[in-house]
């Protein structure tokens, strides 16, 4: 059969497929996240209808979804609001890194696989899926209550926590030299600076540049623009990702609103599919004897996000029903924490980290929104 057709096949198969299973998810009212994991598990190595052709196709349109993942986050804010959040939760984002990225790298070092692989677990425990709980709070009319402005604030720490955390992890994977990963930190941690004070002191004239009253050219523009950024970011060693949420950033006001309204169908086709990807990266058969692990893992890291919302809520003078809305809230994991795997077991780092972080995440996934939906029956505001 041709090549081309083959590939259209398998592409249809799977995209088809995720429809089916976004459906179910709806469905039910669960998070399609878990399912797609399932359906890459299917279709890798090991699975059921392994993929012949098409893999290395699907593994760029995962990456484009991992851009336009940030890139629509970024949108939320705005720079100004991104500085006074990082000003006024500093403390309680603080927290939430120690609380939540301890589990991972204390698994990672009792296991005995290595103080890289450590680094590497903390990052795949300490993220909460910024999309799933955006979802969440959207769903269940959370968007207006007091405690959301809290859970959004710790988001955009840990987003910029990632900023800083992801050069790091890539220099240990790359086994450069305390010098070299110095040098690297300093050139991400610097691109980072310089993003941010472009987008709040020229914001204005990239919006200008950006905007369109036609939507197919406004799309063309953030997209084109994005990913530019994105590979400009990932040769300095900050990552794609990084990348992709400050330009999200450097926008604002109606044109982010339009933006965003543009890119959420593109959006999650290709994040999507950059699950699917994740799956067919990790061996179904490796993930039995890591599950009564990642169920561990999974409940600690229940407590611990808990914690965390309990904590920031109550600073902020939120009442007993809000901070546990809060701590809820934060369960989820999702798209970083599988970019982080990712990143891992392309590495080689240990072979039982991918089924580890592909379970581990599959189970916060489909938890965080039912325990969600659980306590609106406890406290519906």
Known sequence: MH??????????????????????????????????????????????LPLATSEDFIAVVAEIGVVLLLLTLGLEYNAKELVSSLRGNARAGLVDMVLNAAPGAIAALLLGWGPVAAVAMAGVTYMTSSGITAKVL???????????????????????????????????????????????????????????????????????FVSSP????????????????AGIAQQLQVSAAVGAFLVGIALSGELAHEARALLAPLRDLFAAVFFVFFGLQTDPTKIGPVAGLAVLLAVISMLTKLATGAYAARRAGIARAGRVRAGISLIPRGEFNIVVAG??????VHPDLGPLAATYVLILAAFGPL???????????
């Open 214 to 229: 036609n939507n197919e050219v406004l799309l063309l523009k953030v997209v084109g623009l994005a990913l530019l950024v």
């Open 138 to 208: 959207s769903d269940l009319g959370w968007i207006g209550n007091r405690e959301t402005p809290v859970v959004l604030s710790l988001l955009v720490f840990e987003d910029l926590a990632m900023a800083v955390y992801l050069p790091v992890l890539t220099a240990l994977l790359a086994g450069v030299s305390l010098v070299s990963g110095a040098v690297t930190l300093a050139v991400a941690l610097g691109t980072v600076t310089v993003v941010l004070v472009v987008a709040l002191r020229f914001g204005r004239f990239i919006e200008a």
């Open 371 to 381: 325990a969600a939906k659980l306590v609106v029956r406890a406290f519906p505001r």
């Open 343 to 348: 990143l891992a077991v392309a590495a080689g």
């Open 3 to 48: 090549h081309t057709a083959i590939v259209f096949l398998e592409l249809g198969g799977i995209i088809l497929a995720l429809g089916v299973l976004g459906a179910l998810a709806l469905r039910v009212g669960i998070s399609p996240i878990p399912l797609y994991l399932v359906a890459g598990l299917a279709f890798g190595k090991g699975g059921i």
